[in-house]
């Protein structure tokens, strides 16, 4: 299975609201990275979090890392209709160069 | 800089053909990188290149072929499609030698195989 798990699959807000989105993942890592996907595109890169960084923000988006519990947490603030889209976590370790590992993602739905 | 190209966009096949998928990285990118992404199966790797030799290679049967050419371009190829090889191909380029790092995706490559 993929090493990312991410939950929950689907979420459906109001705009304005925050929007939570959870990782987990199975080996160890160099670093976790959250990306964005429109429907049908590419997929946009959000932030890079590394192994040795408890939380990092980046404008409205917040991201922590757990890696005792081998999990990460996107958190969304003032959440938007134009933040409609598919999140995924990806992580790289040290046995997998060139290898992103990427979770099953996260649709999240925001409402004018 | 111009972005990741990946040509062509959207392509039909049939079953037991071959097609090929091009990927031009940024500019100064010696990492290319291939997923394919299906609904059922969510985004999975298929191999990684770094200054023309593959570092890295994901589950896929031997039908699945790439290459990286010495100005970092990249191709893949699919031989004998199957139904089940219909998908979004996405290539992804980085800057990362050793280290790893953020991701460059193009628009992906839609292939439907009938």
């Known amino acids: 299975s993929q090493q990312g798990e991410e939950d929950p699959q689907a979420l459906s807000i109001q705009e304005g609201e925050n929007a939570t989105m959870n990782c987990s993942y199975k080996?160890?890592?160099?670093?976790l990275q959250w990306y964005r996907q429109n429907s049908g595109r590419g997929l946009v890169h959000l932030i890079l979090i590394r192994s040795n960084e408890r939380e990092k923000h980046s404008g409205r988006l917040r991201v922590t890392l757990d890696t005792s519990k081998k999990s990460s947490s996107l958190l969304i603030t003032a959440s938007r209709a134009a933040d409609t889209a598919s999140y995924f976590c990806a992580t790289d370790d040290n046995t997998n160069a060139g290898k992103s590992t990427f979770g099953d993602g996260t649709t999240l739905t925001v409402k004018p | 800089k111009a972005g990741v190209t990946q040509t062509p966009r959207y392509l039909i096949k049939t079953r037991g053909q071959q097609v090929t998928l091009s990927c031009s990285p940024i500019s100064g990118h010696r990492s290319v990188s291939w997923y394919q992404q299906t609904p059922g199966q969510g985004l999975q790797f298929l191999f990684e290149y770094f200054s023309e030799t593959q570092r890295n290679k994901g589950n896929f049967p031997g039908r699945f072929s790439g290459r990286q050419f010495s100005n970092s371009r990249s191709e893949m190829n699919v031989s004998t499609l199957e139904l089940g090889d219909s998908a979004l191909y996405l290539c992804?380029?980085?800057?990362?030698?050793?280290?790893?790092?953020?991701?460059?995706f193009g628009e992906g490559s839609r292939l439907t195989v009938l």
């Open positions: 992804a380029s980085s800057p990362r030698g050793t280290d790893t790092g953020e991701l460059f």
């Open positions: 080996t160890s890592i160099n670093n």
